[in-house]
């Protein structure tokens, strides 16, 4: 079974630890915590979860937002946790589309069962058009050390995606100085620094018109071609785009840049899951303890994933790094750095190679386990 995607709407601290215990079960993933405010929704659109589990902590503009999330986000399970016993206080509650009221008490296993049989329910209750909103999957790509293969990983992994038949769309979210375009012999004409420019009216006929279709059926949203064009480019520009695109594409995987800037943990944010690059070598391994840190203290840390890339090339083994990562290890892909060289100067990325490599296995094992929801 996968595991049901939740936004925890609360603003406090203590809120959000009694969230965390709820949700403490393998058929829980938080996608996020947002606070209670007036652009909340755009976020929770933005990621379109499973469940919003909102926190009662008294602010009445809750029932604003549980309203229009109900109205414009259809199969999402609204769940509220609650101190207050007063049954008045939870019938009122449910006029503003909440489907579930739990007091914050509640045992785990009854947790789990009721918001698992209601989340079934709603799921049926979907016509074709709005299952495939709830089904998009963002999965970023990230590391925090230059060189890593990101970029190569990202390229190869949305390839597989398109020859599965999945409308896919990669994008290059490496503003400053980014790959993609060069890994795929492509020159784009505009980019997304030109899409943001066009202000507040941007819609999904907006955003075809500058992406590029690949010769393979995947679409590209290029990175800008000069590093001060990313100047143009804001987190909410990121959650924007995302909230449009994700109704339309069945995977979308964006190549993150080194740095952990605004944009880049506002993809972080809205991302179902994060495959960290590392290599087989200390330094890498540090970065990867710091990373943890960071994405700990923004509860993003459980949806990142460890692929460790040019296995045999390090000075770390495979069970070094197992024991002192936290982070659960989706695969490997072994040193192959003739074969990566020539796929790059040819501007043909490995899978698409006709020579079977041990690399080009190593990439459909790793994209075998993310198909089967292992991620």
Same mark, same amino acid.
């Given at each position: 079974? +996968? ?24 058929? =829980? ?9 007036? &652009?909340?929704?755009?976020?929770? @659109? ?15 503009? %809750? ?20 101190? &207050? ?12 589309? =909440? ?35 709830? #089904? ?34 990669? !994008?290059?979210?490496?503003?400053? =100085? ?10 784009? *004409? ?10 507040? @009216? ?18 590209? /949203?290029?990175?800008? *071609? ?11 520009? %990121? ?13 979308? !995987?964006?190549?993150?840049? $080194? $740095?952990?800037? @605004?944009?880049?943990?506002?993809? %972080?944010? @809205?991302?179902?899951?994060? /495959? ?9 391994? *540090? ?16 949806? =990142? ?17 197992? #024991? +002192?990562?936290?982070?659960? !290890? !989706? ?8 074969? $990566? ?13 006709? *020579? ?20």
């Amino acid at each position: 079974m +996968n595991k049901l995607k939740v936004i925890v709407v609360a603003s406090e601290t203590e809120s959000r630890i009694t969230a965390k215990n709820l949700l403490e079960n393998e058929n =829980f993933a938080i996608s996020a915590y947002v606070e209670c405010k007036a &652009d909340s929704f755009l976020k929770i @659109n933005g990621i379109y979860p499973d469940v919003v589990l909102c926190m009662d902590e008294g602010d009445h503009l %809750i029932y604003e937002l549980s309203r229009r999330i109900y109205v414009s986000m259809p199969g999402v399970l609204l769940v509220m946790a609650t101190d &207050d016993e007063n049954v008045e206080h939870n019938s009122s509650t449910v006029e503003f589309g =909440f489907h579930m009221i739990v007091g914050t008490s509640i045992d785990a296993d009854e947790f789990v069962s009721r918001v698992s049989n209601l989340n079934a329910i709603e799921k049926k209750r979907l016509t074709d058009d709005q299952r495939r909103i709830t #089904n998009a999957q963002i999965l970023s790509v990230y590391s925090a050390k230059g060189g890593s293969g990101k970029t190569m990983i990202a390229t190869n992994l949305a390839l597989l995606f398109t020859q599965r038949k999945k409308k896919t769309l990669l !994008i290059d979210a490496s503003f400053y =100085f980014g790959d993609v375009s060069l890994y795929l012999d492509l020159n784009p *004409k505009d980019t997304i620094s030109e899409l943001v420019q066009e202000g507040s @009216n941007i819609t999904i006929d907006t955003i075809n018109s500058f992406t590029v279709l690949h010769s393979s059926g995947l679409n590209i /949203l290029p990175a800008p *071609k000069s590093p001060e064009s990313a100047e143009y480019i804001t987190e909410e520009h %990121i959650e924007k785009l995302l909230s449009i695109m994700r109704p339309y594409y069945d995977v979308i !995987i964006i190549d993150l840049p $080194v $740095v952990l800037n @605004n944009t880049t943990l506002a993809a %972080i944010e @809205n991302s179902d899951t994060v /495959l960290y690059v590392a290599t087989p070598d200390i330094a890498s391994l *540090k970065d990867v303890f710091q990373v943890q840190k960071v994405m700990q203290s923004l509860q993003q840390h459980d949806k =990142f994933k460890l692929l460790l890339n040019r296995l045999g090339s390090g000075t770390l083994s495979l069970k070094d790094i197992k #024991n +002192n990562c936290a982070y659960p !290890i !989706i695969g490997t892909l072994h040193e192959d750095e003739k074969t $990566v060289s020539a796929s790059i100067s040819k501007g043909s990325p490995l899978v698409l190679l006709p *020579k079977k490599t041990r690399l080009a296995m190593d990439f459909r094992a790793v994209f075998g386990k993310i198909v089967a929801g292992e991620l």
